[in-house]
């Protein structure tokens, strides 16, 4: 648990900012953070302290909220310097009160609010970068990819036997192909969540907000809703995944229409959307708590196999996009 002193600095700074006593009770410690449930005399907010590599959330957060209101929490104060955020109560996890196969509406009603504040926010990119939100452009993830294989990172050596090693290197050539035909075009950066599952959507106040931008970054827009197929969709019944992963690329894709062709931003989306194991490995290193270096290293592991597996789909934009919607992350 977080120490007295803490809470009390904690304490002192909400009662101050809401101007009368306040109740904390600590309902979430874990290595990306802590959460305070805060009671007021006439209401209930949420603190949020992020662990030192998610504290550029307070700034993303508080600048969402304040340009682009009703996608994330509504923002009561935001101290930067500690990375304290103060929002206001929207309800519980999604994974707490909606089945699998309704998720995937919600998705649905947050995908298009959430790729129009992708488009709005590029102003904002290289701001959200000096406040820390890690650089993850395409044009960069086959360095990174680099010194994931040799041991160049916080996890050191990822545990791979040779025919793996052997298959994701040879996916390498892949990679810098689909680069080459994604860093070009005008829509291939963007602010990405990524880590849209269940437990960061809020519902049952008003629209759904999307909360937990720790794992942010700064890479191609598409690749978003990598985590939203391997947890909602991928947990659905399986006879319904392959529509419904189809169904919600076209649901985000349609505010990007202007940019170019259906055809191209099918393709386009797929192949982002496969660079997304990659993305998710580096955020798994990026946020990994010390006591957990195996669990990440085995993590990354399954990540970059799985990635180099759907090499052979490719050119076919639909059925990689299905088969990605097919499994679950764990």
Not at 29 to 36: H, P
Not at 42 to 68: C, Q, T
Not at 305 to 311: Q, S, T
Request: aromatic fraction near 6%.
């Amino acid at each position: 648990m977080p120490g007295r002193d803490w809470l009390e600095d904690v304490e002192r700074w909400i009662a101050a900012v809401v101007g009368t006593t306040v109740r904390l009770e600590v309902t979430r410690e874990r290595a990306w953070g802590v959460i305070v449930r805060v009671t007021t005399p006439d209401r209930v907010l949420f603190f949020k302290e992020p662990a030192s590599a998610g504290r550029h959330e307070s700034v993303i957060v508080a600048d969402i909220a304040e340009r682009w209101p009703g996608l994330v929490p509504d923002v009561v104060a935001a101290d930067h310097d500690r990375a304290w955020l103060l929002m206001e109560d929207h309800g519980v996890p999604m994974r707490d009160s909606v089945a699998p196969d309704k998720q995937i509406e919600v998705f649905e009603e947050i995908l298009p609010r959430y790729a129009d504040v992708q488009r709005a926010s590029r102003p904002m990119l290289h701001g959200w970068m000096s406040a820390g939100v890690p650089d993850r452009r395409v044009e960069r993830l086959p360095a990174l990819v680099d010194d994931l294989l040799a041991g160049r990172s916080r996890i050191g050596v990822v545990p791979l036997p040779p025919e793996q090693r052997a298959l994701i290197e040879s996916a390498q050539d892949d990679l810098a192909r689909v680069v080459d035909e994604l860093a070009p075009t005008e829509f291939a950066v963007a602010i990405d969540h990524s880590d849209l599952h269940d437990g960061n959507v809020l519902v049952g106040r008003d629209a759904p907000r999307v909360i937990d931008w720790g794992d942010g970054c700064i890479s191609h827009p598409f690749a978003s809703l990598f985590v939203v197929l391997q947890h909602a969709v991928a947990r659905s019944a399986a006879s319904g995944r392959r529509r419904a992963s189809l169904r919600l690329r076209d649901v985000y894709l349609d505010p990007w229409k202007p940019d170019a062709s259906m055809r191209e931003l099918h393709e386009a989306f797929a192949h982002a959307t496969w660079l997304g194991y990659v993305i998710r490995a580096l955020n798994f290193v990026h946020m990994m708590g010390e006591e957990s270096v195996e669990e990440c290293r085995q993590a990354v592991a399954e990540f970059l196999v799985r990635w180099a597996e759907k090499c052979p789909l490719l050119d076919d934009p639909d059925e990689l996009v299905a088969a990605i919607a097919d499994q679950t992350e764990y």
